[in-house]
Every structure is written in C-alpha cells, then in structure tokens.
C-alpha cells in the first residue's frame, strides 16, 4: 500500500512546489516601517504593490542642488502618516525574498498612491500597470518631492550599491531627470 502511495504524495508534493503562491487573506493591524516602501504587520514583512521608493540611505539633489536623505524621507513621511491608524494590506503576490507584496491602505489612503503622489517613491509599471501614472505625472509636474531636483532610480542605485558604490558615489547622478 506504501508503495501505491509514493507515486501520487510525489505528484502532490510537485504540484505544491510549482503553484503560484496562495493569496494569503488581508493582513490588518498597526504597522512598522522598515524603509519608503517596506512595512511590517504583525511580524509579517510586506513591501508595496506598484512602487519602489528611494534606499534609506540614498541621497537625492533637492532644488536647490544639495543632497538630502530622500530614501530617509521616504520612510518617515510614511511612519508619520501611517502612526496610529490601522492599515489593510490585501495580498498580491511574494517577492524574491520571500515578502508579502500587497497593496496597502491607511486612513482611507492606498499607501502606493501616497507616496508616488508627494513625489517619495517611483511607480514601478510593469507589476503596476500605470494604476499610479496620474500621480506620478502630477508629482513630477509639480517637483514635488525626488522631482524637484536629481535623483538615481532605486533600482539604479541598488546595482550600483552591489558593485561595491558608495553611498554618495551611486545616488549623484550628472543629468537631470526631468
């Protein structure tokens, strides 16, 4: 009877190891903020649906065209707005590294949507599908935030940060985004 089993528990185990992840129900509580778009919810570690904010420790040129600690700002704008409310974060699918990517909402805001608006984080279109495009075009009309002076993109400046960069060396960037 063992052996009548083997073939159909490896079936079983093939298919679990191959299917997408289960969406998990909605996690819901006080959170954590990790990064700009990195929170924990009750010990479960989410990064926002659609968006990529600036490393904390990235430096952005401001109008003004000295540095600031744009990735910093990030992260504190969103710890300031999200303290003390409750957010919702519906589950969208899981990262590379095994965290929850979800589409967050506190105080009636999608959290996504509140950080690209004010300029703090860039959508990201190929998993957003341009749901954050307005906002994103009014921010940067508006030099709101990273667009009212120079940055490197997030993605851009993790590469360089992994090629053994420094933090000044990889978030300057010559040209201007506009």
């Known amino acids: 009877m063992l052996q009548s089993c083997l073939p159909r528990l490896a079936c079983v185990a093939l298919l679990l190891a191959t299917a ?18 990195t929170l924990d919810i009750r010990g479960e570690r989410i990064r926002l649906w659609g968006v990529d904010a600036p490393e904390s420790a990235q ?21 300031a707005f999200t303290r003390g409310k409750t957010a919702r974060c519906a589950p969208v699918d899981a990262d590379r590294y095994g ?34 495009a307005p906002d994103q075009l009014a921010a940067r009309r508006g030099s ?3 667009w009212s002076g120079r940055f490197i993109a997030p993605p851009l400046y993790r590469s ?11 978030s300057d960037d010559p040209a201007p985004r506009r």
Do not use: W
Request: glycine content about 14%.
């Open 59 to 79: 430096l952005c040129r401001g109008r003004d065209r000295k540095f600031y600690r744009c990735g910093a700002l990030a992260a504190n704008t969103l710890d």
């Open 20 to 37: 997408p992840p289960a969406t998990a129900r909605d996690l819901i509580g006080r959170v954590s903020i990790v990064d700009g778009d």
């Open 99 to 132: 965290r929850i990517v979800a589409r967050c909402a506190a105080g009636g805001a999608d959290l996504g949507q509140f950080l690209v608006s004010r300029g703090l984080a860039i959508e990201e279109p190929q998993y957003s599908h341009g749901a954050y």
């Open 144 to 146: 709101r935030g990273i």
């Open 160 to 170: 360089c940060m992994h090629a053994g960069g420094t933090t000044s060396t990889c």
